[in-house]
């Protein structure tokens, strides 16, 4: 029996009604350098909702000097986690639907550069200091689960604990093909990888036997700094919803629309109780199609913790200081992290 444990990429653009200005934005007052020991204080004493970028990555968001300068200035205006998912391969002529999107599309062409997130988040680990890093997913199901443990725990160390896994089931077919990895079963791999790699970050000599995971006796260092990591799992829907409230540390719903988040929510709130655990033990992060400032305090109120805001950064390092400020100006991230 399964026991449960306590413990966004069609692009959104600015909000509705808000454009991006030609030449130079009106931004927050830019925070002086060395200042992210403010901004660490500040996440811990968060007000309500916190707020996250889902920006890196992909096309520009893949371009070193654009990771570094998001990095760092997302840090500065306060916003409190850095998001980035994964595709190992993509294909041009897909039978596969993607779940995210009312065409069953991907709205990225198949030769866009896509960074493996777990490098991504190796190398934003020393160019920032306090904002949170979260994989929004990584595909799980498609890695061996030893060896994402052990990367896990090298980026969280690196990071000075600051890592949150992100895992889905994955939904492209091809790219499970191309892998060698099978399809089928993907969900039970998925939970029963989370049970190992919880195993091996905590124990000093860990064994686990499952149907798909197996060791016996080994050590795998080093431990994440707090010998766990926050596991968010995706999927919006009612069974990806069941796995949250049976394996996660929190949930990562996207592109969910504001109409669609309340019954969402619902349905994970009932899984939760099903296994008899509240649903305010989970952390609720979410990025939504259509919501604008003016729906925080209605998002909030229904017990989301962060909004994460997807969009693509611009193509040249210096304009992105201007850029994240904008948006940290637009959603009003400043009076949300005091």
């Not at 766990?228 to 919803?241: E, H, I, K, Q, W």
């Not at 109780?273 to 609720?284: A, F, H, I, N």
């Not at 109120?301 to 210096?318: F, H, K, M, Q």
């Amino acid at each position: 029996m399964v026991q449960s444990r306590w413990h966004l990429f069609k692009p959104t653009l600015l909000p509705s009604g808000t454009r991006r200005a030609s030449g130079r934005m009106t931004c927050l007052k830019k925070p002086r350098e060395g200042s992210s020991l403010d901004a660490r204080i500040a996440r811990r004493h968060h007000v309500g909702v916190r707020f996250g970028l889902h920006v890196l990555g992909v096309g520009a968001g893949a371009d070193p000097a654009v990771v570094t300068a998001v990095g760092r200035a997302a840090e500065r205006y306060g916003f409190a986690t850095l998001w980035a998912g994964e595709h190992v391969v993509m294909v041009d002529r897909p039978t596969s639907v993607y779940p995210y999107a009312d065409d069953g599309r991907i709205a990225l062409p198949s030769d866009v550069d896509w960074l493996d997130p777990l490098v991504l988040f190796g190398f934003l680990a020393s160019a920032t200091s306090g904002i949170r890093l979260a994989t929004g997913v990584l595909l799980l199901p498609e890695h061996n689960p030893v060896v994402v443990a052990k990367a896990v725990a090298s980026i969280d160390v690196l990071a000075r604990g600051r890592f949150t896994l992100g895992v889905g089931v994955g939904w492209s077919a091809e790219e499970f093909a191309a892998l060698g990895v099978p399809f089928e079963g993907r969900a039970t791999r998925t939970t029963e990888y989370i049970e190992a790699m919880r195993v091996l970050w905590s124990e000093d000599v860990a064994s686990y036997s499952g149907r798909h995971v197996c060791f016996d006796e080994v050590r795998c260092y080093p431990k994440p700094v707090h010998r766990s990591v926050p596991v968010m799992l995706g999927g919006n829907g009612d069974r990806a919803l069941q796995r949250v409230a049976t394996h996660g540390d929190g949930w990562y719903g996207f592109n969910i629309s504001v109409q669609e988040l309340p019954g969402r929510l619902e349905v994970l709130r009932s899984a939760c109780e099903q296994v008899g655990r509240p649903d305010t033990s989970l952390d609720k992060a979410v990025a939504l199609l259509d919501a604008t400032p003016a729906d925080i305090g209605d998002i909030e109120s229904l017990g989301v913790n962060e909004v994460v805001i997807v969009e693509s950064p611009p193509g040249t390092a210096e304009d992105v200081d201007d850029w994240v400020g904008h948006l940290a100006q637009t959603w009003n991230v400043h009076s949300h992290a005091t």
